[in-house]
């Protein structure tokens, strides 16, 4: 484990639910974030937002713990979580889906689900938590996941990952790939999570797909974190330019 991971550091009831402090982060000798600061506070959805190569992909490495920093902290509920194994991240509530969306494609519908049982969940339970918010996984239960659609194999994606109560939720370039319908009733989805109390931190490329239920925008280019509002101060600065449309 991480030396500057520190297990006696408490836990902050007032604090944001997720917090990067001074995040710098780096592949080799390249450093890639310059001092990131930004707070995710509980029930929002905060999206991050800037061309492919700004550094978005890489914040959400960090503050899912599959990256190091190489200073600065990671807080939940103000406590130092920079360090912290998998496990223990995820007993924090912490869940991520990653770019690609991580499923396995040649296990059914149900397979996959299964797999969420890990986290001391039942597999009932897991299944009526997915098929009740995502009707038509419970259609294609018994389907290897492989064969489904791009958009379904988001939804179960996403049910996998909700199905374990997360308290902040990670999501990477959720609309890659998909047609801009599915991509709208995914992030339905998304901002009725949020409406449930869950901390949401989104990397999207193109801006319009997420800024109509994110409550807060942080514009990130070249490892920087350059602005941080709401979409409507943001809203000269989202030009299509290098935002996308």
Not at 18 to 30: K, N, P, Q, T
Not at 129 to 156: C, H, N, V
Request: hydrophobic share 45%; with cysteine.
């Amino acid at each position: 484990m991480n030396a500057t991971y520190h297990e006696d550091h408490g836990v902050d009831a007032g604090a944001p639910l997720l917090e990067l402090v001074d995040i710098h982060a780096a592949y080799g000798s390249i450093e890639v974030l310059h001092g990131i600061d930004l707070v995710v506070p509980q029930g929002a959805v905060v999206a991050l937002l800037g061309p492919n190569g700004a550094g978005k992909s890489t914040i959400l490495k960090v503050a899912s713990g599959l990256l190091t920093p190489t200073s600065g902290e990671v807080r939940i509920a103000g406590r130092n979580v920079v360090g912290a194994p998998a496990d223990q991240l995820a007993r924090l509530g912490m869940c991520t889906i990653p770019e690609g969306r991580g499923i396995f494609p040649n296990l059914t519908v149900r397979e996959n689900l299964w797999m969420a049982t890990m986290a001391g969940v039942p597999l009932a339970e897991v299944e009526e938590i997915a098929y009740a918010r995502f009707p038509r996984l419970g259609e294609r239960r018994k389907q290897l996941a492989g064969t489904m659609s791009g958009g379904e194999q988001q939804m179960l994606s996403m049910a996998r990952a909700l199905s374990v109560n997360p308290s902040i939720l990670l999501l990477d370039e959720l609309s890659m790939g998909l047609a801009p319908l599915v991509v709208a009733n995914l992030y339905e989805i998304v901002a009725q999570v949020s409406k449930e109390g869950v901390s949401i931190l989104v990397s999207e490329q193109f801006a319009r797909t997420v800024l109509g239920i994110a409550q807060y925008a942080a514009i990130v280019l070249h490892g920087n974190v350059t602005r941080v509002g709401t979409p409507a101060e943001l809203e000269d600065e989202l030009s299509a330019a290098y935002l996308g449309s």
